[in-house]
């Protein structure tokens, strides 16, 4: 089972800071397939990036996934006020597909 | 637009079976991996396992021993049970769906709250 660790668990930021996540795998992700999803509380996850890299459709172009193998990033490039919830990463290249713990960006 | 939705008690005692149905509107249930996944109140998200639409799964190994899934095309349906449940498998429970072409998990239910508890 490939275990995901992001970092950090909390990210202080102002709104219009860049923000960057990490997901560290603990073996090589198939295929480089490596989603990163935010949630809102109260609601179902949402996908932002498939492929490590590629933004789901209707993603505003501030979300960016970079990263080959097993280490991978978020960026978000300017935070909305609406950004400052939490983000997971989740691999789905092996059996079982797995997620990370997570990370909460915070308004500082 | 595709649209998912759970249904199922939401109240399971210890030791019974909580039994969940994923209703698909608006697409196929062809051609796809179907998907489990949970969150524990104030806790992260759990990978529970997948259904193929031809019926083959896959499940975390943490729970493959109480867990069963099956897939219903004539209902464009799919559905979880997960035997001799405890207080610990307390969670939202969402379905979702994996996309094709490499992609992650693009349509989810909105997620019900199942407690278990006498």
């Known amino acids: 089972e490939i275990v995901l660790t992001q970092s950090p668990g909390t990210l202080s930021l102002s709104p219009g800071e860049r923000a960057t996540l990490s997901c560290r795998a603990s073996?090589?992700?198939?295929?480089?397939?490596l989603a990163w999803y935010q949630q809102k509380p109260g609601q179902a996850p949402r996908l932002l990036i498939n492929?490590?890299?590629s933004r789901a459709t209707g993603i505003p172009d501030r979300f960016s996934g970079s990263g080959s193998g097993t280490d991978f990033t978020l960026t978000i490039s300017r935070l909305e006020p609406e950004d400052f919830v939490v983000y997971y990463c989740?691999?789905?290249?092996?059996?079982?597909?797995?997620f990370g713990q997570g990370t909460k960006v915070e308004i500082k | 637009q595709v649209q998912l939705q759970e249904s199922g008690p939401g109240l399971v005692k210890p030791s019974e079976t909580l039994s969940l149905t994923c209703t698909v509107s608006?697409?196929?249930?062809?051609?796809?991996?179907w998907s489990w996944i949970r969150q524990p109140p104030g806790k992260g998200l759990e990978y529970i396992g997948y259904?193929?639409?031809?019926?083959?799964?896959s499940y975390n190994p943490s729970l493959k021993s109480r867990v069963t899934m099956s897939v219903d095309a004539s209902k464009n349906q799919f559905s979880l049970k997960l035997t001799s449940v405890t207080a610990a498998d307390t969670a939202v429970y969402y379905c979702?769906?994996?996309?094709?072409?490499?992609?992650?998990?693009?349509?989810w239910g909105q997620g019900t709250l199942v407690t278990v508890s006498s």
């Open positions: 073996q090589s992700v198939s295929s480089d397939f």
């Open positions: 989740q691999q789905y290249g092996s059996s079982p597909w797995t």
């Open positions: 979702a769906r994996r996309g094709t072409l490499g992609k992650a998990f693009d349509y």
């Open positions: 608006g697409g196929s249930i062809d051609s796809y991996y």
């Open positions: 259904i193929f639409y031809s019926g083959s799964t």
């Open positions: 492929g490590a890299s």
